[in-house]
T-cell receptor, first 116, second 118 residues
Framework: ETGVTQTPRHLVMGMTNKKSLKCEQHLGHNAMYWYKQSAKKPLELMFVYNFKEQTENNSVPSRFSPECPNSSHLFLHLHTLQPEDSALYLC???????????????FGDGTRLSIL | AQKVTQAQTEISVVEKEDVTLDCVYETRDTTYYLFWYKQPPSGELVFLIRRNSFDEQNEISGRYSWNFQKSTSSFNFTITASQVVDSAVYFCALSEAGYTGANSKLTFGKGITLSVRP
């Protein structure tokens, strides 16, 4: 098993659909993250969870709804998305119990999302 | 607010050439951490190195070397004798030290696309 696994790898959905992205980490880390990567833009942090508790919501629209049932799993529920939401969504994890930001994050391969 | 600038957007070199990727950062904190990540076409970001603000010693790892200069707020990355497999997007990132009750955030630069031609 690779460290951080994301499914699906590719997703095409209409604006009225509801879908979910899944992330699983096998590294025993306490913190998990969702990032959005759009073309020609820096990675944008969306959400941070530390020990299953959300510690960061970077002004993300409510059509993105995260869920973290335990420290190993992270979901991103999608509904009523817009074409500008098409991007690569990356999940990451780190061992950073105190939130000091000094530990490297380990990333998954991402989900390539296309909104029709 | 923290900021990372990677002024170069695309670099193309011929195999075996040396190449330096620039990174300039801004922060008001005295304690912070700098990272380099590599993103190959598969999409996964691969961690390359971490440097904390108190350690200005340069580091070499095989063909990779990093030059951290606090005086110029730069953390440049050099690949010696580049290879085709080095082709990827390279990101520099900055994390300010978190404080009690809040998590530190990782801020990325826009990335540099490196193409190494045979």
């Amino acid at each position: 098993e690779t460290g951080v696994t994301q499914t699906p790898r590719h997703l095409v959905m209409g604006m009225t659909n509801k879908k979910s992205l899944k992330c699983e980490q096998h590294l025993g880390h306490n913190a998990m993250y969702w990032y959005k990567q759009s073309a020609k833009k820096p990675l944008e942090l969306m959400f941070v969870y530390n020990f299953k508790e959300q510690t960061e919501n970077n002004s993300v629209p409510s059509r993105f709804s995260p869920e973290c049932p335990n420290s190993s799993h992270l979901f991103l529920h999608l509904h009523t998305l817009q074409p500008e939401d098409s991007a690569l969504y990356l999940c990451a994890s780190s061992q950073d119990p105190e939130g000091l930001g000094n530990q490297p994050q380990h990333f998954g391969d991402g989900t390539r999302l296309s909104i029709l | 607010a923290q900021k990372v600038t990677q002024a170069q957007t695309e670099i193309s070199v011929v195999e075996k050439e040396d190449v330096t990727l620039d990174c300039v950062y801004e922060t008001r904190d005295t304690t912070y951490y700098l990272f380099w990540y590599k993103q190959p076409p598969s999409g996964e970001l691969v961690f390359l190195i971490r440097r904390n603000s108190f350690d200005e010693q340069n580091e070499i790892s095989g063909r990779y070397s990093w030059n951290f200069q606090k005086s110029t707020s730069s953390f440049n990355f050099t690949i010696t004798a580049s290879q085709v497999v080095d082709s990827a997007v390279y990101f520099c990132a900055l994390s300010e030290a978190g404080y009690t009750g809040a998590n530190s955030k990782l801020t990325f630069g826009k990335g540099i696309t490196l193409s190494v031609r045979p």
